[in-house]
T-cell receptor
């Protein structure tokens, strides 16, 4: 397996534009996580899914952020409209196991810059 | 609310030295603890996972220990190499919300040749 695949790797957009980040988890993994990393706040969990169902979205900063997982092999994180303070590296991760006892594997991240 | 602290924030050592990175957490009710490595501009790579019932895990030159009662974990790196230079993060997962791990801010390690 190629691991968790995220696209794009880099995104530069203007304030107010819609941004869509994509993630393909490791095949067979039933947990998918979206994180955001900044120097100021470190790594923050935004939302996670179990079997394609959102379980906890309490980390989503505001209504401008939304995430979907239409099937087991694909998820999107959308920001609409984007703002400069959304600039960060966004990571997707996946893991296997209903009990959450197994390792989480991370993608390479999407570096988002909103100007 | 779980809080995870990693001290020091940065560490610089000469090549060949053995070193210990620290991770402490405030709530001992955890399901597991995971150590990651992050290289600049890259994602997180899993190093070791310790279940709450375990005391330690080893992989090559790395050894991670867990003391739940005191809320501490250590990552021991033997015979450090310049290639070990990276940021090391620990994450704890609670037993009741299987997915919601709490991460520390990491320790940035520099191993000088």
């Amino acid at each position: 397996d190629a691991g968790v695949i995220q696209s794009p790797r880099h995104e530069v957009t203007e304030m107010g534009q819609e941004v869509t980040l994509r993630c393909k988890p490791i095949s067979g993994h039933d947990y998918l996580f979206w994180y955001r990393q900044t120097m100021m706040r470190g790594l923050e969990l935004l939302i996670y899914f179990n079997n394609n169902v959102p379980i906890d979205d309490s980390g989503m900063p505001e209504d401008r952020f939304s995430a979907k997982m239409p099937n087991a092999s694909f998820s999107t994180l959308k920001i609409q409209p984007s703002e400069p303070r959304d600039s960060a590296v966004y990571f997707c991760a996946s893991s296997l196991g209903r009990t959450g006892g197994t390792e989480a594997f991370f993608g390479q991240g999407t570096r988002l810059t909103v100007v | 609310k779980q809080e995870v602290t990693q001290i020091p924030a940065a560490l610089s050592v000469p090549e060949g030295e053995n070193l210990v990175l620290n991770c402490s957490f405030t709530d001992s009710a955890i399901y597991n603890l995971q150590w990651f490595r992050q290289d600049p501009g890259k994602g997180l790579t899993s190093l070791l996972l310790i279940q709450s019932s375990q005391r330690e895990q080893t992989s090559g030159r790395l050894n991670a220990s867990l003391d739940k009662s005191s809320g501490r974990s250590t990552l021991y790196i033997a015979a450090s190499q310049p290639g070990d230079s990276a940021t090391y993060l620990c994450a704890v997962r609670p037993p009741t919300n299987a997915g919601k791990s709490t991460f520390g801010d990491g320790t940035t390690l520099t191993v000088k040749p």
